[in-house]
C-alpha cells in the first residue's frame, strides 16, 4: 500500500492561492492514477479533480473548473493542486487518495490509498 502525504495547506484570504503537494512512497507511482478530494465537517467526501498515469487524462469537478489545476510530477512521486481564486466555499480538509486504474475517478470508492489530510481555510 502507497503511502501518501500532503502539505501546503494554510489560511488564505478569498482571492488567494495556495498549491498543494501529495508525495507518494511508491515506486509504482507513474503507474497509479491520482485524485483530489475535500471534506467539511459534516459532510461527505466530495472530489475535487483527478489525474491519469500519463496526466493526459484530467477530470475536474464542475466548482472548481478553471480555477484549481491537478498536475504530477512521476520522477518526483509528487502531485499537485494548484488553487486560484479561492473562495470561502473551498474551506475544507483537501485529501489526496491513489489508485491502480486508468481511469481519473470521480468516485471516492474507487481509490484504495488515501493521505491523512491538509487543511484549507480561505477568509472572507
Known amino acids: 500500500q502507497v503511502q501518501l502525504v500532503e502539505s501546503g495547506g494554510g489560511l488564505v484570504q478569498a482571492g488567494g492561492s495556495l498549491r498543494l503537494s501529495c508525495a507518494a512512497s511508491?515506486?509504482?507511482?507513474?503507474?497509479?492514477?491520482m485524485g483530489w478530494f475535500r471534506q467539511v465537517p459534516g459532510k461527505e467526501r466530495q472530489f475535487v479533480a483527478a489525474i491519469s498515469w500519463s496526466g493526459t487524462r484530467i477530470n475536474y469537478a464542475d466548482s472548481v473548473k478553471g480555477r484549481f489545476t491537478i498536475s504530477r510530477d512521476n520522477a518526483e512521486n509528487t502531485v499537485y493542486l494548484q488553487m486560484n481564486s479561492l473562495k470561502p466555499d473551498d474551506t475544507a480538509v483537501y485529501y489526496c487518495?491513489?489508485?491502480?486504474?486508468?481511469?481519473?475517478?470521480?468516485?471516492?470508492?474507487?481509490?484504495?490509498?488515501w493521505g491523512q489530510g491538509t487543511q484549507v481555510t480561505v477568509s472572507s
Open positions: 511508491r515506486r509504482t507511482f507513474s503507474t497509479t492514477t
Open positions: 487518495a491513489g489508485h491502480r486504474g486508468m481511469i481519473p475517478s470521480m468516485l471516492r470508492e474507487t481509490y484504495t490509498d
